[in-house]
């Protein structure tokens, strides 16, 4: 999966492939990817604040799912809206915890079955897939389980992505249903920017999970117009994971308009490979994307980046030509 922002890159970053400072995971061979879109978690590592202690300039690490690199974005910096979202989503982890029964044995069981399943071990996810719901309200995002959660949201295998959605809004001891899609839904128009990007990733993951997945779709689309640049951001990522049929022209169009080369770089990821959408899902946007290969509309790192999406939605290794893309395309379909 490709996760973190940029501006466009023509190489990459020197933690291409890895999970990003302080992990003791490396990424498998299978995760690389074509140079053109950043790759890599930046998920940051130190021990959360303890409950009660005043807010440290930086603040506890608990990462928002899957955490995007602290690059600038547009004049903002994306590392500051980062940290205030963890900020947010501590006070309300810590308010849950307090009415939870924390269980090390259950937190050591979640980290190694994630372990394992970032590392393709089939039995693993459906171990997980299986325990999930039990580990609400007993496990937590240690630095350790944020960085396996990187490592899982960056699996090639859908499913082990899938299984760690569900781990995640346990650690997060978000309920699956209706209640959390509305407390999230108020949160998502707050005028505090780090609760609304983080209220928006946790829609999308709710979504993916089936819970007023129309609703959350809805909802999401609706920000990717939100003056806010962050907003905006993270409403591509929770119309990547909610995964709908709905999420596609979306993200198309997003990365046709958006004003911003960051959010038209993760338009352009999430159609590709990062999030829940399906192969078949992906090869719908196909046609589109061919018309954006050439559009004199668009810059040349857009068109960059429409022929990486071809790239990886197809397998195929044409070059950056959009008539031999027509001739390949018009071939396949016979």
Not at 215 to 235: E, F, K, M
Not at 292 to 309: F, K
Request: charged letters at 20%.
């Amino acid at each position: 999966m490709l996760v973190g922002v940029s501006t466009p890159p023509n190489t990459p970053t020197p933690d291409y492939g890895t999970l990003g400072p302080g992990s003791d995971i490396k990424m498998g061979p299978e995760t690389k990817r074509q140079p053109g879109f950043t790759a890599g978690l930046f998920l940051p590592t130190s021990a959360p604040r303890p409950q009660g202690a005043k807010p440290p300039q930086a603040v506890a690490a608990i990462a928002i799912g899957a955490i995007l690199a602290a690059f600038a974005i547009a004049g903002l910096t994306a590392r500051k809206a980062f940290t205030d979202a963890q900020r947010i989503r501590n006070e309300t982890l810590s308010a849950s915890r307090s009415r939870s029964s924390y269980d090390s044995s259950a937190q050591k069981e979640a980290e190694e079955l994630l372990q394992r399943a970032a590392r393709n071990d089939a039995s693993a996810t459906h171990e997980i897939a299986q325990r999930a719901a039990s580990w609400h309200g007993r496990i937590k995002l240690t630095p350790q389980l944020t960085n396996l959660v990187g490592a899982g949201l960056n699996a090639k295998d859908l499913d082990t992505r899938a299984v760690t959605i569900r781990l995640d809004l346990a650690a997060m001891n978000v309920s699956e249903d209706s209640s959390s899609v509305e407390r999230l839904a108020s949160q998502a128009e707050s005028r505090d920017q780090a609760t609304r990007i983080w209220a928006l990733w946790t829609l999308g993951l709710l979504a993916n999970r089936g819970i007023e997945t129309e609703r959350i779709t809805n909802l999401l689309i609706a920000h990717l117009s939100d003056p806010d640049v962050d907003a905006r951001h993270w409403a591509v990522e929770g119309l990547a994971y909610a995964g709908t049929d709905a999420s596609i022209q979306p993200l198309l169009k997003t990365l046709h308009d958006d004003p911003s080369p960051a959010i038209r770089e993760r338009a352009a990821c999430s159609l590709a490979e990062s999030g829940m959408l399906t192969p078949e899902q992906r090869h719908t946007a196909i046609p589109t994307l061919l018309t954006y290969a050439d559009d004199p509309v668009l810059d040349n790192a857009t068109h960059a980046w429409t022929y990486h999406a071809l790239r990886d939605i197809t397998g195929q290794r044409l070059p950056d030509d959009a008539a031999a893309w027509r001739k390949w395309y018009q071939a396949s379909q016979n």
